[in-house]
C-alpha cells in the first residue's frame, strides 16, 4: 500500500492535440499493475489518488484541473460484503452516460453491484458482516463515493469498476489500520514491528499478497474490456 509518485502518474496527461483519454483511478500501484502490463493500458490515462477521501479528493481534483477526460473509472480492490462475491469477481455500478458500458461489464464477466463507502479498512468478517447488515451493499471501498461525487459535480461520466480481495466471510491478516501514518500510507517501520512480535502473521501475508495479484489480473481483464 503506497501513495502515488510522480512517476506512477507519467501516464496522466495526454499528448497537445489528442482525442480525450478515460481516465483510470486506483488508490495504489498493486492495483493498477497487471492493467498498466495490456496495450489498452496506452489508449488510457492511469491516476493513483491514494487511500482514503481526503488523498483522492485532492488527486481527482488536481486531475480534472489539467486536462478534462471523456469517462472516468474508478478502480482496485473492495472488500467483499456480500458473502455469494467470491475473490477474483469483479463488480460493477455505473452512472449517468456510461450506461453503454454494462453491455461490455457483463460480457467480460463483472457482475451489477452496490459499493459501501469506508473511511477505514474493513479488517474482519464481524466488521463487514455488521456494514452489509447496515448499508446492503455487495462491496466496501474507499475512494469511489468522492471520485464520482466530484466528477457529477464536473458533468463528466462515471462508474466504478472493482475486483473483491477479501471474501466477506474473511479476516484480513492484519488490522492495516493500525499501521496507518495519518494520511493513509503504510507505515513502514510499524509493519515489520508488528511482523516481529507475531511471525506467525508471514504465510497469511504472503497468501494476502498472492491474492492480491490474481485480483488485479482479474480487474485488468475486464478493464482491457472497456477500452
Known sequence: MTTPSNSNNASLHPPPGSEPRPLICFAVKEEAASFRKTPAAARTQILLVGMGRANAETSIRAALAASRPALVI?????????????????VFEIGAGTEKLKGKLVHAGARAGKFHFADRVASTAAEKWSLWQQSAADAVEMESQIIRGICNEQGIPSATVRVILDQAGEDLPLDFNALMTPNLKLDGRKLALTILKSPGKISALLHLQK???????????????LV
Open 211 to 225: 491474492q492480491s495479484r490474481a485480483a488485479a489480473e482479474k480487474l485488468a481483464h475486464v478493464l482491457e474490456a
Open 74 to 90: 474508478t478502480s482496485g480492490f473492495a472488500g467483499g460484503l456480500n458473502p455469494q462475491l467470491l475473490t477474483g469477481e469483479v
